[in-house]
């Protein structure tokens, strides 16, 4: 069965610091990937997606980047947080070529910007 | 462009009592549909998804959605709500490039006792 792993599970940082999240999907090779950011209360908002290593496509900006470094990971990053980055950020995967269009979600990271 | 509206914010139902959430989706071609489910302070979890065929589908927990192409809809239903049902759930839809879902705004379900 495939998981997917996120850390941290939480996160308070200042406004103007560095920010790194991580996502992990095991037991499932090649699956395409997905960064959503969630306002307390709000719908989400996809930010990235990628379908293969090295392969990364912005959809929406936010002053934040995503890489994927190996083909279960995927990395979420800022060098400068804003107050608007507060927020709940859910990684997600769904099966990739050939494979059928749900997502899986993994159980999100907290941030909170002060 | 896809998109879904679901026209319900909140919604609160008692416990015992039968539940539709509502969920309206606009695309050109007969679309893929999902709905899932948070808790709170957790990621989303699939009820349940509609790709073809019976109109019905079946979900986890004894949710089902009903698929209509005349009405644009895919409303979830449950028989019989239990208080653990609360939470929020979002109908989702492709986009056309299938590189991404599209959420609607969630249905916050209250359920009372």
């Known amino acids: 069965a495939q998981t997917i792993h996120q850390w941290p599970v939480a996160e308070i940082k200042a406004v103007g610091s560095p920010l790194s999240l991580g996502c992990t999907i095991k037991?499932?090779?090649?699956?395409?990937l997905y960064w959503y950011w969630q306002a307390t209360g709000g719908t989400l908002q996809q930010l990235f997606y990628?379908?293969?290593?090295?392969?990364v496509e912005s959809v929406v900006q936010l002053n934040l980047s995503a890489s994927r470094p190996k083909d279960d990971q995927f990395i979420l990053s800022t060098e400068k947080l804003l107050l608007s980055h507060s927020g709940f950020y859910l990684c997600?995967?769904?099966?990739?070529?050939?494979?059928?269009?749900?997502?899986?979600f993994g159980p999100g990271t907290r941030l909170t910007v002060l | 462009a896809q998109s879904v509206t679901q026209p319900d914010a909140r919604v609160t139902v008692s416990e015992g009592a039968s539940l539709q959430l509502r969920c309206k989706y606009s695309?050109?071609?007969?679309?893929?549909l999902f709905w899932y489910v948070q808790y709170p302070r957790q990621g989303l979890q699939l009820l349940l998804k509609y790709y073809s065929g019976d109109p019905v589908v079946q979900g986890v927990n004894g949710f089902e959605a009903e698929f209509s192409k005349s009405n644009s809809s895919f409303h979830l239903r449950k028989a019989s709500v239990h208080w653990s049902d609360s939470a929020v759930y979002f109908c989702a839809v492709p986009s056309s490039s299938f590189s991404k879902l599209v959420f609607g705004q969630g249905t916050s379900l209250s359920v009372v006792p």
């Open positions: 997600a995967w769904s099966p990739g070529l050939g494979g059928t269009y749900e997502q899986y």
């Open positions: 990628s379908i293969t290593v090295g392969q």
């Open positions: 695309s050109s071609v007969t679309p893929y």
């Open positions: 037991g499932k090779s090649s699956p395409n």
